[in-house]
């Protein structure tokens, strides 16, 4: 299960990456984020959020295959893959349910790494034997998705993040030595796709973030 804070950022990020120059972050009362640099192809911002500080880099793929399924564009919202640093989110249990303390309230803790893509079209759901893939030069990660949430207006759907929490830190490393980053979804009418990114400057981006999101 996707956590809250997930969901969350899903909304928060695809709005403020519409705008091409500075975006603004969802939900009216947050200003929109500052552009901390350009580094080649990749992007670091700082803004805020419901619960305070957030810093993320991101990026556009420099090449998305097909263009065309049955001779028909394939049209998408905007392509980005991101990491995230939070000051504060909702805590998770190991079960996907909120975390709370012994008095029934919220427990919050520090996020760093969240690795995020938003591929623009509903994804088909991830199961245990299925699910989305991101690749370091050639060393791939399992991605989930989840199904979308007609009652918010955040496309659930079209986000995917690692599978696994544990390796954020370990994706994120190689994501800094790596030449080329792959990700590979699967729509929910079964189209396959593949987006390819450069990682010259995500060394740099992560640096700019890391500094503002301590």
């Avoid at 975006?23 to 805020?48: E, H």
């Avoid at 998705?145 to 994120?172: C, Q, R, Y």
């Avoid at 979804?185 to 400057?201: E, N, P, Q, V």
């Amino acid at each position: 299960m996707i956590s809250l804070r997930r969901r969350f950022s899903t909304g928060l990020i695809a709005i403020s990456l519409l705008t091409a120059t500075a975006p603004t972050l969802a939900y009216a009362a947050a200003p929109a984020p500052t552009n901390l640099g350009t580094f080649k192809t990749w992007t670091a911002w700082q803004g805020q959020d419901d619960y305070g500080k957030i810093c993320f880099i991101s990026a556009a793929p420099d090449s998305s295959e097909p263009t065309q399924v049955n001779g028909k564009p394939i049209v998408r919202d905007p392509v980005h893959f991101l990491v995230i640093h939070r000051d504060k989110a909702p805590a998770i249990n190991a079960d996907g349910t909120a975390a709370k303390d012994k008095n029934g309230n919220p427990v919050f803790r520090k996020v760093r790494n969240e690795v995020q893509t938003l591929m623009g079209y509903p994804l088909k759901p991830t199961t245990d034997s299925f699910t989305h893939t991101a690749s370091v030069d050639g060393k791939a990660y399992p991605m989930k998705s989840i199904a979308d949430d007609p009652s918010t207006p955040i496309k659930d759907d079209e986000a995917a993040w690692l599978a696994s929490m544990d390796d954020e830190a370990g994706f994120v490393a190689a994501l800094k030595k790596g030449s080329k980053l792959v990700v590979t979804g699967t729509s929910t009418r079964g189209t396959k796709t593949t987006d390819t990114y450069s990682l010259a400057g995500i060394t740099q981006a992560m640096g700019a973030i890391d500094k503002a999101c301590p």
